[in-house]
């Protein structure tokens, strides 16, 4: 079984990717909103920068994500949240002329199952590599000058449920020669849908005095998994400590009180 292990954040969450000598002009991550039996029109935009065509073909992969272990992409593997049955593009892999601009469409076709309802998503694999030349297969040079990055298609299908995230751990992370004090917290989402999350820590002093915020990034927490997040309390002295943790996702608000000792 080959299971591909990429950096989500890398090749998702990036607006802007250059590789080899194409570039995605319209960002990484595609978020969609449908119902039962819509077809959603979607397109990726790349640009060949340099002076010479470039070869680029598409796939698809799914995108797999676990509490306990690295996220995967794997075109041997699947979930029940795939939507790669769902796609469907007219062509799979084009040559790019110089400075050339190139629009790739695609259509999304929900299933018309009433029943549907959540995020569902697939990733459409892009590989750049120059055009393979008759020299280069007689002279078996060249033949992997290849590069892959992804594109993250997100469908949210029908009505959003409620939040429903969970806090799983908390741990204090101490400071080191290396590292800052930190706050490492595992949010795990419990809804059907992707949940973007932003983390906000409140601190408190023995007297009531507010003497620290600090807020994360946000952060994409898929169906059933988990996300980990890392709060720097560096700034915070020494002592004892009533915080208050938020978690915000679509201006919902789920919180937790947790005591800090430093």
């Not at 949010?187 to 906000?200: D, G, P, R, T």
């Amino acid at each position: 079984m080959k299971i591909r292990y990429f950096s989500f954040f890398i090749c998702i969450f990036l607006s802007n990717l250059v590789f080899s000598n194409i570039t995605v002009l319209n960002g990484l991550t595609h978020t969609y909103n449908g119902r039962s039996g819509q077809v959603i029109s979607g397109e990726v935009i790349l640009i060949n920068s340099s002076s010479e065509e470039e070869r680029v073909t598409f796939e698809l992969n799914d995108a797999i994500f676990y509490c306990d272990a690295p996220r995967v992409f794997t075109n041997e593997e699947t979930h029940n949240r795939s939507s790669n049955d769902w796609f469907k593009a007219e062509l799979m892999d084009v040559v790019l002329n110089p400075k050339e601009k190139f629009v790739y469409r695609f259509t999304i076709s929900i299933p018309h199952d009433q029943e549907l309802r959540g995020s569902y998503w697939t990733v459409l694999m892009v590989n750049a590599e120059k055009p393979i030349k008759e020299e280069a297969l007689t002279e078996n040079i060249g033949l992997n000058t290849k590069m892959r990055y992804a594109v993250g298609l997100l469908t949210h299908v029908n009505d959003f449920d409620a939040v429903n995230l969970e806090f799983n751990d908390l741990q204090l992370g101490a400071k080191t020669a290396d590292t800052n004090a930190n706050l490492d917290i595992t949010l795990q989402n419990h809804s059907l849908f992707i949940e973007e999350v932003l983390l906000s820590l409140e601190v408190y002093d023995q007297n009531g005095v507010k003497v620290y915020e600090g807020k994360s990034t946000r952060k994409k927490i898929f169906p059933g998994v988990c996300a980990s997040f890392k709060l720097d309390i560096s700034m915070v002295p020494e002592g004892d400590y009533e915080c208050v943790l938020i978690a915000d996702a679509r201006e919902e608000y789920i919180g937790t009180n947790i005591s800090l000792q430093l």
